[in-house]
């Protein structure tokens, strides 16, 4: 239990010090699942929304791959975004392998149908006279779209924290598209990975203690956001 509790300590110390190396892997974290997230937002609503929202042949067709997409193995992405952004890929000539938004562009694939799939729910569970009264007092379109989703906004907001929580904690796509590169692409997850097998127990502890805290309030700002939105 010793080697647990030096480890623990020296991982504070690494926190409190503001060491460097630490800092960039969260810094690194931070802007690549930020920039993802932003993504999958300005095109999972959207999408949640016609989703929810419209009858059309095929929808049941359309939801049931959605949901299929929302246990799709990080590995299988990074593989198949590795497969077009590698040098002899289509993509490849945009030099995106082993930069962060390479990373991002892989994590927008993994989370936008969470993104699409409790968007959709959302705005299924409205009262079904909200549509007929926004009729009613004349609203077309997009302000139908708008006040739809401001009365699912906190079912909406959900949506979109824990597809966060699922980008920032993810680790197959951020090693495979990522590269681990100190200093440039080395994330929480796949720092603590590495630094853990090579006996750097203290600096993969720190890295654990701030995905913990993150973690935890993404699960805290999500039971309040239910709280709020029952």
Same mark, same amino acid.
Request: aromatic share 8%.
């Given at each position: 239990? =010793?080697?647990?509790?030096?480890?623990?300590?020296?991982?504070?110390?690494?926190?409190?010090?503001? =060491?460097?190396?630490?800092?960039?892997?969260?810094?690194?974290?931070?802007? /690549?699942?930020?920039?993802?997230?932003?993504?999958?937002?300005?095109?999972?609503?959207?999408?949640?929304?016609?989703?929810?929202?419209?009858?059309?042949?095929?929808?049941?067709?359309?939801?049931?791959?959605? =949901?299929?997409?929302?246990?799709?193995?990080?590995?299988? /992405?990074?593989?198949?975004?590795?497969?077009?952004?590698?040098?002899?890929?289509?993509?490849?000539?945009?030099?995106?392998?082993?930069?962060?938004?390479?990373?991002?562009?892989?994590?927008?694939?993994?989370?936008?149908?969470?993104?699409?799939?409790?968007?959709?729910?959302?705005?299924?569970?409205? =009262?079904?006279?909200?549509?007929?009264?926004?009729?009613?007092?004349?609203?077309?379109?997009?302000?139908?779209?708008?006040?739809?989703?401001?009365?699912?906004?906190?079912? /909406?907001?959900?949506?979109?924290?824990?597809?966060?929580?699922?980008?920032?904690?993810? /680790?197959?796509?951020?090693?495979?598209?990522?590269?681990?590169?100190?200093?440039?692409?080395?994330?929480?997850?796949?720092?603590?990975?590495?630094?853990?097998?090579?006996?750097?127990?203290?600096?993969?502890?720190?890295?654990?203690?701030?995905?913990?805290?993150?973690?935890?309030?993404?699960?805290?700002?999500?039971?309040?956001?239910?709280?709020?939105?029952?």
């Amino acid at each position: 239990m =010793d080697y647990i509790t030096q480890g623990f300590i020296q991982a504070i110390r690494l926190l409190f010090s503001g =060491d460097a190396q630490t800092y960039s892997a969260i810094f690194t974290t931070l802007k /690549v699942s930020t920039l993802s997230i932003s993504i999958s937002l300005l095109i999972g609503i959207p999408l949640g929304f016609l989703l929810g929202y419209f009858t059309f042949p095929g929808k049941r067709q359309c939801r049931a791959v959605v =949901d299929s997409l929302l246990a799709l193995p990080t590995v299988v /992405v990074g593989l198949l975004v590795y497969a077009f952004i590698t040098r002899r890929g289509p993509l490849g000539e945009f030099g995106l392998l082993f930069t962060i938004p390479g990373i991002a562009i892989a994590q927008t694939i993994l989370v936008t149908p969470i993104v699409i799939s409790l968007t959709a729910t959302a705005i299924e569970s409205l =009262d079904r006279r909200l549509r007929a009264n926004l009729l009613t007092l004349g609203a077309q379109g997009k302000q139908i779209a708008i006040t739809s989703l401001l009365e699912a906004r906190y079912a /909406v907001l959900t949506a979109g924290v824990t597809a966060y929580g699922r980008a920032i904690s993810e /680790v197959g796509i951020s090693m495979m598209i990522g590269g681990n590169i100190k200093w440039h692409t080395r994330t929480i997850t796949t720092a603590i990975a590495l630094e853990t097998g090579k006996g750097q127990f203290a600096m993969g502890m720190a890295l654990g203690i701030v995905l913990l805290a993150i973690a935890f309030t993404i699960n805290a700002a999500i039971s309040s956001l239910k709280r709020k939105s029952a």
